[in-house]
């Protein structure tokens, strides 16, 4: 009970903050929460479902998969925010809503082919890296690789391009990470003026939400403001 009270607890703080950064941008959308459930049990998710949350992220695709099948009662909003290898692309055509991760034909064509006929088209983004890391996923952060991608998957009836995710560099003091958002909306902006209709944003994670807002996230995908630290296990 007090485990849940706390979780309870740090995710209001967080829809709080949102709200409060939401008013200063004085963007009239509200900011999409993904609550980043990686590492923590279920029940976690299913307690914060039941307080009203509904968009949760996972990055590992066996993890992801435990998960769905465990709370398939609950109609959750599954975002996989993690990188996905093509031969378990399958998993994720078939449960997650979303998929932000977008960075190569192969896997936007799997996913296609995939997804089952009875679900709608599966919501995606395509991830950029933003500060060009060599150990990070994601296409070269210029809009021909962007364009490239994006009429790719124009083409696949199976998709609905949505807009585009990234991760900024690790320890980026706050003038890094404004040039690296704005450089995200820069090119998203890029997407709309070629005619494609992108309307999503997906950046921000818990140390970096309030620059990711003002720059123009739609969707921030947090973990350990709301469930707290991660313990690894492999
Ligand atoms: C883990 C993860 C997050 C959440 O990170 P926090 O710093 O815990 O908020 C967001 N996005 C991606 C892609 C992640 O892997």
């Avoid at 200063?24 to 299913?46: C, H, N, R």
């Avoid at 199976?158 to 890094?176: F, N, Y």
């Amino acid at each position: 009970m007090q485990k849940e009270n706390r979780l309870i607890k740090h995710w209001q703080q967080v829809l709080q903050k949102l709200e409060q950064m939401r008013k200063q941008t004085g963007s009239p959308q509200p900011i999409q929460l993904i609550a980043v459930s990686k590492t923590f049990p279920a029940e976690d998710i299913a307690t914060l479902y039941y307080a009203g949350q509904r968009n949760f992220g996972e990055n590992y695709i066996q993890e992801f998969k435990d998960k769905t099948v465990i709370l398939s009662d609950l109609p959750i909003i599954w975002h996989m925010i993690g990188h996905v290898q093509s031969n378990k692309s399958r998993i994720v055509a078939e449960r997650a809503h979303w998929v932000h991760t977008i960075d190569r034909e192969k896997i936007a064509q799997r996913l296609h082919e995939q997804r089952p006929p009875h679900l709608p088209a599966l919501n995606v983004c395509i991830e950029i890296n933003i500060a060009a890391e060599e150990n990070k996923h994601g296409i070269a952060a210029n809009s021909d690789a962007m364009f490239a991608l994006a009429t790719k998957i124009s083409h696949l009836s199976r998709l609905k391009l949505r807009g585009l995710m990234c991760v900024a560099k690790a320890g980026s003091c706050d003038t890094e990470l404004r040039e690296q958002f704005m450089q995200m909306h820069s090119l998203l902006q890029q997407l709309n003026q070629a005619g494609f209709s992108a309307d999503a944003l997906s950046m921000g994670m818990s140390g970096d939400m309030g620059t990711a807002i003002a720059c123009g996230a739609t969707h921030v995908r947090i973990g350990s403001a709301i469930f707290g630290h991660r313990q690894y296990i492999k």
